[in-house]
């Protein structure tokens, strides 16, 4: 099962893209508070918080994984454990912008790992920033059942819609 809080629109694009392009760092917290009233609403029975794992390239780049800014401190507020290395990319992926949906769901086919020891009949909320087709969280998905997970929620801060020019099922 999938979720999305908000619509990839006005003032939420506007605070991911600074917390993953212009080092606004304090807004994982910020946005971790928010989120946290959304999940509460869910009803998921979640005890372990796994970010989706950033390229060693990307996060070289950036430095850090924005999506870990958010679940960490979202995983605090609900008493879950969090375990950014229970899954992790085992091979570089293009960016998924400007690519159809056959063409996402190929570039992240086999792209991850789950981690046995850490995922092991946990219910896991897997949390990335934006939703568009979905490929990269079933992939993700995918690999922490494989590892053994019980069960699977995934979470974004955002959904991007038809509108913004991007593609949605």
């Not at 917290?29 to 509460?40: K, Q, R, W």
């Not at 056959?102 to 991850?112: D, K, L, M, P």
């Amino acid at each position: 099962m999938m979720r999305s809080w908000l619509v990839f629109d006005g003032p939420i694009r506007h605070a991911l893209h600074k917390l993953k392009y212009r080092r606004n760092l304090a807004l994982g917290d910020a946005l971790a508070g928010h989120l946290a009233e959304y999940v509460s609403t869910l009803g998921w029975p979640v005890n372990l918080v796994v970010p989706v794992p950033l390229g060693k390239e990307r996060r070289k780049e950036r430095g850090y994984n924005q999506v870990a800014l958010v679940a960490k401190p979202l995983a605090l507020i609900n008493k879950w454990r969090y375990s950014p290395h229970a899954l992790v990319r085992i091979r570089e992926t293009r960016s998924q912008v400007g690519l159809s949906i056959a063409e996402r769901r190929q570039n992240v086919v086999g792209a991850f790992l789950g981690d046995a020891d850490l995922v092991l009949k946990s219910t896991v909320l897997l949390m990335d920033d934006v939703a568009t087709t979905g490929a990269t969280l079933a992939s993700c998905a995918s690999a922490l059942k494989d590892a053994g997970a019980k069960s699977v929620y995934a979470l974004t801060i955002a959904r991007a819609l038809p509108h913004h020019g991007l593609i949605n099922v």
